[in-house]
């Protein structure tokens, strides 16, 4: 999930929207101020307005706040966070590095949902010594927002704890497991089942509640519980990839015969004679014998069609000593990380200077698929 608008930094953290955020922003304003009306029909228009945009701003800030726990607890832990993103359904923290252990798994997922509740109880706390009498109606426009503020941070609570994977409750679950097994793929398939088990009875109920009710709550619901599923389905989907590539080293994947180019070649004949007849992406540029870098249909873009007969190969490349490079040692999970970090396609595997190889995207998939059909044998 990449942001597309940048809010700023907090301890390192870049924190952002996606733009599926301004719908769900947009909505709850939308229905706060619904909500307002119909509780208070006193206050007047402007009043209500105006303070269900300040919830909304309160709301938001402690999704934050629950999605600045998560990474906290990491950062401590040793984790790098590179970025918060909030979007439609909530926040995601995207941390780099795999969870070390179960302990720091256990209070990294705890830590979310606890602050969600501590918020929640403060809010509650506060709206109660600003007149709120217990169970009753708000008399103010401060306590509504408070009260409203305090349930919704404590259903986040909840809702956070149920334990299908990936929601915070799975993977508090999938650590536990992981604790009693010590088998990190266990616990995550595992934690991933029930998650799948999980969202297959909000779908359910929520295509019940719209159709026998025509409520459409019932109808987010079962949004919800389509994208829980496809989320524990490929959590799933990256254990056994994962498993498929544990102990295999560059070296066992890469293709040693990389189709190459003549550098002085140019883009016109590069295009119709190699690009557009051998399928490839990706090919090594020659230098009187020697690798010198890589061109893809990428640096092909960049130049005027025109110029494409005057312009050499060998101008347009990306020279090996700027490309991100692996050895034939590094192990296969690390070099996925790198292309998935680096959004890269492919790397050039380098011994002492010399190009060995190269690996691709394409490779991986391939010597999965073919590791996976030879065991199910
Ligand atoms: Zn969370």
């Keep these: 999930m990449q942001a597309q608008v940048k809010l700023g930094r907090i301890a390192g953290i870049s924190i952002g929207l996606h733009y599926s955020w301004f719908i769900i922003a947009f909505l709850i304003t939308f229905s ?13 228009t402007a009043v209500v ?25 990491a950062k401590t832990r040793g984790m790098r966070v590179r970025a918060i993103t909030l979007f439609a359904l909530g926040g995601v923290s995207q941390i780099e590095s ?60 909840i809702f956070n704890m149920i334990p299908g ?60 519980g389509w994208f829980l599923l496809d989320a524990s389905r490929s959590s799933y989907l990256q254990v056994e990839l994962m498993a498929g590539l544990r102990g295999r080293r560059v070296s066992d994947i890469m293709e040693r015969d990389y189709p190459t180019v003549e550098g002085h070649f140019n883009l016109q004949d590069f295009v119709n004679e190699y690009l557009l007849r051998s399928g490839r992406r990706c090919l090594m540029v020659m230098q009187s014998g020697q690798v010198a870098g890589l061109i893809t249909p990428n640096e092909v873009k960049g130049v005027d069609r025109e110029r494409w007969s005057q312009t050499s190969v060998q101008s347009v490349m990306r020279p090996l000593g700027q490309l991100r490079t692996v050895t ?44 996976a059909e030879l065991q199910r044998r």
């Design 165 to 224: 994977y990936p929601l915070d409750g799975g993977r508090v679950l999938r650590a536990i497991i992981w604790g009693i097994t010590h088998d990190a793929d266990r616990a995550t398939r595992l934690a991933a089942q029930v998650g799948q088990g999980v969202a297959f009875i909000f779908i359910l109920l929520g295509l019940y509640r719209f159709f026998v009710g025509a409520n459409f709550g019932g109808l987010w619901l079962a949004f919800i």
């Design 328 to 371: 034939a040692d590094t192990p296969a999970i690390q070099a996925l990380e790198i292309m998935s970090r680096d959004d890269i396609n492919q790397l050039p595997v380098v011994s002492n200077g010399r190009l060995e190889g190269v690996l691709s995207r394409s490779n991986i998939l391939r010597y999965l698929q073919t590791h």
């Design 98 to 157: 795999g969870t070390p252990d179960a302990r720091s798994e256990f209070w990294m997922a705890l830590a979310g949902p606890l602050m969600s509740a501590i918020l929640g109880a403060g809010f509650l706390g506060v709206a109660r010594m600003a007149g709120w009498p217990s169970g009753g109606e708000p008399k103010t426009p401060v306590v509504a927002v408070l009260l409203w503020l305090g349930y919704i941070n404590l259903m986040l609570a």
């Design 49 to 73: 307005w105006s303070v269900a945009l300040i919830t909304g701003v309160l709301f938001f800030a402690a999704l934050l706040m629950h999605e600045l726990a998560h990474s906290l607890v």
């Design 32 to 44: 706060l101020a619904a909500h307002f009306h119909a509780v208070t029909p006193e206050w007047s």
